[in-house]
């Protein structure tokens, strides 16, 4: 059984770039969540997906953006890079009804 | 609002040493919690959890108890090894509505020398 699964492990981007990160949840779950974690912080909550609907956000700004798809695996964008987004962004899956997440491995973005 | 927090790291121990990691929240309601851990390199893997006042959570040696009256959830481990080594994080999950987003605390970075 497949665990949460993130592309790509790492990316380099510049300064007002776009970037697109991929998340495929674990089998059976149908709700991913993505946190920024920057480094030697705690993770931090971008938003929640269910139902390919956003149904919770974090305090992140509209340049961070999202989708799912029909089989529940995800996509982050992130329009206009910043430097101070350069971080770990963490995928999480879930079912329903359930609330502990599964975390995948994390995808490292840094701009230059 | 919901909160938690973590003693400051690096905690360095020799093997067989025993760990505690002390974490207290903040949060309205009955807030499930949760202990993570990332290896270097890694991304998040759960290691224990508790959902309600007195629960005990436990995992791979380590412990957690979920005390309401001192909103805490201390992780102990009797005896650690280098393995061990890694970053811990103390999140809840507050009580309201399913599939609740995690809130964490900055994470305590533990090294064991053997």
């Known amino acids: 059984d497949a665990g949460v699964t993130q592309s790509p492990t790492h990316l380099i981007k510049t300064r007002g770039q776009q970037v697109t990160l991929r998340c495929s949840p674990k089998s059976g779950h149908d709700t991913v969540s993505w946190y920024q974690q920057a480094l030697g912080q705690g993770p931090q909550f971008i938003f929640q997906y269910y139902e390919e609907e956003e149904r919770q956000r974090g305090n992140f700004p509209d340049r961070f953006s999202g989708h799912q798809f029909p089989n529940y695996s995800s996509e982050l964008n992130v329009n206009a890079l910043l430097l101070g987004d350069s971080a770990l962004y963490l995928c999480?899956?879930?079912?329903?009804?359930?609330?502990?997440?599964?975390f995948g491995p994390g995808t490292r973005l840094l701009v230059l | 609002g919901n909160s938690v927090t973590q003693m400051e790291g690096p905690v360095t121990l020799s093997e067989e040493a025993f760990l505690t990691i002390n974490c207290t929240y903040t949060a309205t309601g009955y807030p499930s919690l949760f202990w993570y851990v990332q290896y270097p390199g890694e991304g998040l893997q759960l290691l224990l959890k508790?959902?309600?006042a007195d629960d005990k959570g436990s995992n791979k040696g380590f412990e957690a108890t979920y005390r309401k009256e001192t909103t805490s959830f201390h992780l102990e481990k009797g005896s650690v090894q280098v393995s061990d080594s890694a970053v811990y994080f103390c999140?809840?999950?507050?009580?309201?509505?399913?599939?609740?987003?995690?809130?964490w605390g900055l994470g305590t970075s533990l090294a064991v020398n053997p």
């Open positions: 999480a899956s879930s079912y329903t009804g359930e609330e502990t997440q599964y």
């Open positions: 508790a959902t309600k």
């Open positions: 999140a809840l999950s507050p009580s309201a509505g399913n599939n609740r987003k995690l809130i």
